[in-house]
């Protein structure tokens, strides 16, 4: 697992506490300088832990590293649900999500950057896993937003909707549009009958 005292569920308390703070800072760290900048030294340096702390439960920094940006989907899919739930009809509850999904990566085009730079890392380090387990919480979260919408296999249009998603990402970096004309392109993807 990379711990190098061993498995998470053998450290102790104040062990797991001190592992959280450790991936706090590795957060931080990222969401500023991105993936090159994210070394055990500036890790150190942004948290209340020494190098060699963070050396003695990490004993490889891509766990950390996987860690870390786990904790940032974990925390952007809470944000999400946390929209989804302000709303009571159910097309309401998706269009809410999508437009706070885009304006996340519009407000802050360093987490776009991050994600894909992330992406790309543990793609030539062989481990996509990690990658996985982040596309599958997005893609459960638009599943149960669009199962209630009567809408031929919420998963399959889950994941194109997530394509969709990340490609829209990357023009509105270049081609801002606001949400509105995104609309039509996602209530084409989402609910056109095919077939």
């Given at each position: 697992?990379?711990?190098?005292?061993?498995?998470?569920?053998?450290?102790?308390?104040?062990?797991?506490?001190?592992?959280?703070?450790?991936?706090?800072?590795?957060?931080?760290?990222?969401?500023?300088?991105?993936?090159?900048?994210?070394?055990?030294?500036a890790i150190a340096e942004a948290g209340p832990l020494t190098k060699s702390a963070i050396h003695y439960y990490f004993a490889d920094?891509?766990?950390?590293?996987?860690?870390?940006?786990?904790?940032?989907?974990?925390?952007?899919?809470?944000?999400?649900?946390?929209?989804?739930?302000?709303?009571?009809?159910?097309?309401?509850?998706?269009?809410?999500?999508?437009?706070?999904?885009?304006?996340?990566?519009?407000?802050?085009?360093?987490?776009a950057f991050l994600w894909f730079e992330y992406w790309i890392g543990a793609g030539r380090a062989q481990h996509p896993q990690a990658i996985d387990a982040m596309l599958t919480s997005i893609t459960e979260l638009l599943t149960e937003l669009l199962a209630p919408l009567d809408v031929d296999d919420p998963r399959a249009r889950a994941r194109a909707l997530l394509s969709y998603l990340l490609g829209a990402i990357v023009q509105q970096r270049v081609r801002p549009r606001p949400f509105i004309a995104l609309q039509a392109d996602i209530e084409a993807l989402c609910f056109a009958n095919y077939g």
């Open positions: 697992m990379g711990i190098a005292p061993g498995r998470s569920d053998e450290l102790s308390p104040n062990q797991l506490q001190k592992q959280e703070l450790i991936v706090d800072a590795a957060r931080k760290v990222l969401a500023r300088d991105g993936l090159a900048g994210c070394t055990v030294r920094i891509d766990v950390l590293i996987d860690r870390a940006m786990a904790a940032h989907i974990n925390a952007f899919v809470a944000d999400l649900r946390e929209v989804a739930g302000c709303h009571e009809d159910h097309g309401d509850r998706l269009f809410a999500v999508l437009e706070a999904y885009l304006n996340t990566f519009a407000e802050r085009p360093n987490a």
